[in-house]
């Protein structure tokens, strides 16, 4: 995006367990079942995290506001069509 705000945060570049809370809270929002997998909000956490390591998952930092997200690859699209069309208007 033009404005310099969203940085990609590649994943081996987080401590593990801040990636793991990263990763839940994402199973968490997204509302997967986590009675699903038989290792309940684990076993999700396994499979977002094989998602990550494929590029099916994006970490994304704002640098503005200090918050980190993971996004699917069809979020971060529309999130940065959404941030460009905010910066035409001038909302940023």
Same mark, same amino acid.
């Given at each position: 995006?033009?404005?310099? %705000? ?5 994943? &081996?570049? #987080?401590p593990a367990?801040? #990636?793991? %809370? ?6 968490t %929002?997204? /509302?997967? =079942?986590? @009675? =699903?997998?038989?290792?309940?909000? &684990? /076993?999700?956490? /396994? ?6 390591? &494929? ?7 704002? #640098?503005?506001?200090?918050? @980190? ?7 971060? %699209?529309?999130?940065? &069509?959404?941030?460009? =069309? !905010?910066?035409?208007? /001038? !909302?940023?």
């Open positions: 995006m033009s404005s310099g %705000r969203f940085v990609e945060v590649p994943s &081996r570049m #987080l367990d801040t #990636l793991n %809370r990263l990763l839940a809270e994402f199973v %929002r997204q /509302g997967y =079942d986590t @009675t =699903d997998t038989g290792e309940g909000e &684990r /076993g999700w956490v /396994g499979e977002v995290s094989g998602q990550l390591e &494929r590029g099916e998952l994006l970490i994304v930092h704002d #640098l503005q506001t200090e918050l @980190t997200e993971v996004m699917t690859q069809e979020q971060w %699209r529309a999130f940065g &069509r959404q941030v460009a =069309d !905010d910066e035409e208007e /001038g !909302d940023w």
